[in-house]
C-alpha cells in the first residue's frame, strides 16, 4: 500500500475533540457524550485519526520531532542540533502513527566496523522517533546504525539505547529526559565490530541468500499458491528483487553472511510494494537486527550448520528440540 514518504505530509496540525454517540427513541435522535473518550482530529482536513482515552497525552508529530533532536544531543553529546537532519520519513496513509529519522550529516560519528586492512566500511547511528495518533504505539526514540555507504538503517533492539513513554499524563509528567547510560553505548561499539566479523567469517553460497533473506524476514509463500494468480505474480516479483539484492552484495562482499546481511537490511529499508510482504519498514528493520545479534552468536558454535539454520529458519514450527536449545543459548551468548 502507498506509504506518506515526506516530512510535510506528517506534520499537520491535530486537535482533540470530545467524543458523541447519536441516540435515537420515541423522543428523537439526540446525542450523548462519551465523558472517558476524545477523538484526535486533523485540523487539515478534519479527519479522525483516533479514538483514545480521557488520560492520553496527546503529542504532535512536531512536538516528537523536536523531542527527537532533544534526543540526538543528549545521546550524543559532541554534536549540535544544526548537525543532524531528517533522512526518512515512513507513514501509513491514514497517518494514525508515524517514523521519522534522524541522521547526523558528517562522518564524526562513523563506526568502523572492519579494520582498515579488510574493506573498512563507515557505520554511522541514526535515531528514530515513533509517535502516533490512535494509541497503539509508544512515543519511543531508538537508537540504529547505518551502513553509510548504501544507507540501510537497521535498529538493534534490547541491545542499545531506547526511550519509551506511553501516551499518558501519567508517564510524561511535565517533561521528557532522556538518561543515557554512555558505558553501555560505547560498549555496543564493540559488540557490534564483533557481530559484523562474525558473519563476515560465516561462508553462504550465493545459491541461499534468497532462502536466507526469506527467513530472516519471515516472507512466506502463499499457500495454496495458485498459477497464474495475482499471489503467484506477486511472489514471483517479491523473490526477483530478492535475487537482484543478493546478486548485488554477493559481488560487493562474497559470500558469506555479512553479504546476506546487507541484502537483509536493504530489502528492510526499501521494501517493494507486495501483497506477500505484510510487514512496514520499522518491523522489517527490527528483524534484520534482532537477527543480527543472534545470528552472530549462533554461527559460531561448535558444530554449527548452515543447512539445518536455513531449515530451522523457513519452518521455525519444526525445529527440533536440540536447535531450540541451541538458539536459546545463541541469544544469551553462552557458546555450547
Given at each position: 500500500?502507498?506509504r506518506l ?5 506528517v506534520?499537520f ?6 467524543v458523541?454517540?447519536?441516540?435515537t427513541?420515541l ?15 486533523n485540523r487539515?482536513n478534519?479527519r479522525v485519526l483516533?479514538?483514545v482515552?480521557?488520560?492520553?497525552r ?5 512536538e516528537?520531532?523536536d523531542?527527537?533532536f532533544r534526543?540526538c544531543?543528549?545521546?550524543f ?5 544544526a548537525?543532524?537532519?531528517v533522512?526518512?520519513?515512513?507513514a501509513?496513509?491514514?497517518?494514525g ?13 562513523d ?9 573498512p566500511?563507515a557505520y554511522g ?6 509517535n502516533s495518533?490512535?494509541?497503539l ?11 553509510k555507504?548504501?544507507k540501510?538503517g ?6 542499545i539505547?531506547?526511550f519509551?513513554?506511553?501516551?499518558s ?13 554512555h558505558?553501555a553505548?560505547a560498549g ?12 563476515r ?10 532462502e536466507f ?5 519471515l516472507f512466506?509463500q502463499p ?6 494468480s495475482?499471489?503467484?505474480d506477486?511472489?514471483?516479483?517479491l523473490?526477483?528483487?530478492?535475487g ?6 554477493a559481488?560487493e ?5 555479512y553479504?546476506?546481511f546487507?541484502a537483509v ?5 526499501n521494501?517493494?510494494?507486495n501483497?506477500?510482504?505484510?510487514r512496514?519498514r ?14 552472530s552468536?549462533?554461527?559460531q558454535?561448535?558444530?554449527f550448520s548452515?543447512?539445518?539454520y536455513l ?6 514450527e ?12 545463541a ?6
Amino acid at each position: 500500500m502507498p506509504r506518506l514518504d515526506k516530512l510535510d505530509d506528517v506534520l499537520f496540525p491535530v486537535v482533540e475533540h470530545p467524543v458523541f454517540v447519536k441516540f435515537t427513541d420515541l423522543n428523537g435522535e439526540r446525542q450523548l457524550p462519551v465523558p472517558d473518550k476524545k477523538a484526535i482530529v486533523n485540523r487539515d482536513n478534519r479527519r479522525v485519526l483516533g479514538i483514545v482515552g480521557r488520560d492520553y497525552r496527546l503529542v504532535s508529530n512536531q512536538e516528537a520531532l523536536d523531542l527527537a533532536f532533544r534526543c540526538c544531543g543528549t545521546v550524543f553529546p559532541e554534536t549540535k542540533p544544526a548537525e543532524w537532519e531528517v533522512a526518512t520519513t515512513d507513514a501509513p496513509t491514514t497517518a494514525g502513527y508515524c517514523h521519522i529519522d534522524l541522521v547526523h550529516k558528517s562522518h564524526g560519528l562513523d563506526f568502523n566496523a572492519v579494520p582498515a586492512a579488510d574493506r573498512p566500511e563507515a557505520y554511522g547511528p541514526f535515531i528514530r522517533v515513533t509517535n502516533s495518533y490512535n494509541g497503539l504505539r509508544a512515543l519511543s526514540f531508538d537508537i540504529g546504525f547505518q551502513r553509510k555507504i548504501c544507507k540501510n538503517g537497521m535498529i538493534i533492539p534490547d541491545t542499545i539505547i531506547r526511550f519509551k513513554f506511553t501516551h499518558s499524563r501519567r508517564d510524561f509528567g511535565r517533561s521528557i529526559e532522556f538518561e543515557v547510560a554512555h558505558k553501555a553505548l560505547a560498549g555496543f561499539k564493540t559488540s557490534f565490530n564483533g557481530f559484523v566479523g562474525a558473519l563476515r567469517n560465516c561462508e553462504v553460497g550465493r545459491a541461499q541468500f534468497e532462502e536466507f533473506i526469506r527467513g530472516v524476514l519471515l516472507f512466506r509463500q502463499p499457500q495454496p499458491l495458485k498459477p497464474e494468480s495475482r499471489e503467484a505474480d506477486d511472489w514471483q516479483a517479491l523473490n526477483a528483487t530478492l535475487g537482484e539484492a543478493s546478486d548485488r552484495y554477493a559481488r560487493e562482499l562474497g559470500g558469506n553472511a555479512y553479504a546476506v546481511f546487507n541484502a537483509v537490511t536493504d530489502i528492510a529499508s526499501n521494501p517493494p510494494t507486495n501483497r506477500c510482504v505484510h510487514r512496514d519498514r520499522n518491523s522489517l528493520q527490527r528483524l534484520a537486527g534482532s537477527w543480527l545479534s543472534k545470528f552472530s552468536h549462533r554461527c559460531q558454535q561448535s558444530g554449527f550448520s548452515l543447512p539445518d539454520y536455513l531449515q530451522e529458519l523457513g519452518n521455525p514450527e519444526s525445529t527440533t528440540d536440540t536447535g531450540k536449545k541451541q538458539q536459546k543459548n545463541a541469544h544469551l551468548g553462552v557458546v555450547t
